[in-house]
């Protein structure tokens, strides 16, 4: 079993039509047609949505997206619209709603890796591939690949995996033109990333990316280069050979898979509740990302 342990009820709010529950998001419709997404503080593990949040998480992915959408601005156009708060909706959505336009969303998470981790380690181990790419011998965890690859996968339903596709796949599914400029976009967003986190001190090892068209301009939607999307890990650690720090929810992953959860992750029971310890230590991760990537004190 996966998902979530306890579904949430989304808030109405007046001329907003709730569309969609997500992992985090929530997303509505508002009466000029336009998408209304808010982050909530809510965090998942090992395909569950836990019961716990996170304090100020929602916050931190939207400021942080936005810091980044503006350092992108010349390589890709994005779907944000507003950050005003729609007429009506509670005071706590502040900071963390983004009224978006409604694009064409391709049905693909294109994912782009500069180091080999993750699901890539995982294929590289059996085939030394990574989504049908074929990379050198003696890569170990945490090693920088000879160039960056973009690596797509398949968008899942809440509580299942994402699945790894071939570029060949994409096209198939997508069309050769838009496999193609989803691959070239996707790979020159990603490069401008890592120099930028680079000078400040972090490797951007890979992350996500959705795309939707606007006509027929390939828009950057969604959260973008956010710890939630992204394997940030600090550069005066990295240490190929070993899992490496990183700026996300490790704290949350390593304490669901200890033995003080008393939570068995092969069984069919739901994940406990989170200690404020773990809580506060992942907070501070998040809001760590977010100083060391803007230069902006977290208020």
Known sequence: MSGFVEKPEPIQVPGLV???????????QNEAG????????RTSAFDWVLPTEIPDKGRVLTQLSLWWFDQLADLAPNHVLSTDLPEGAPADWAGRTLVCKSLRMVPVEAVARGYLTGSGLVEYRESRTVCGLALPEGLVDGSELPAPIFTPATKAAVGEHD???????VARQ???????????????????????????????????????????TLVLADEVLTPDSSRFWPADQWEPGRAQPSFDKQFVRDW?????????????????PLPEEIVAATRAKYVEAYERLTGTRWA
């Open 18 to 28: 709730h569309l969609h529950t997500g992992k985090v998001r929530e997303l509505y």
């Open 34 to 41: 336009d998408l209304v997404m808010v982050a909530s503080d």
């Open 163 to 169: 699945e790894n596709v071939s570029y060949e796949e």
């Open 174 to 216: 997508v069309g050769a033109e838009t496999a193609a400029q989803l691959r070239q976009t996707t790979l020159a967003v990603y490069s401008r990333a890592r120099s930028i986190a680079r000078d400040r001190g972090i490797i951007l090892a890979d992350t996500k990316f959705e795309f939707g068209y606007e006509g027929d």
């Open 256 to 272: 669901l898979t200890s033995a003080e959860s008393g939570w068995d992750r092969a069984s069919e029971q739901p994940p406990p």
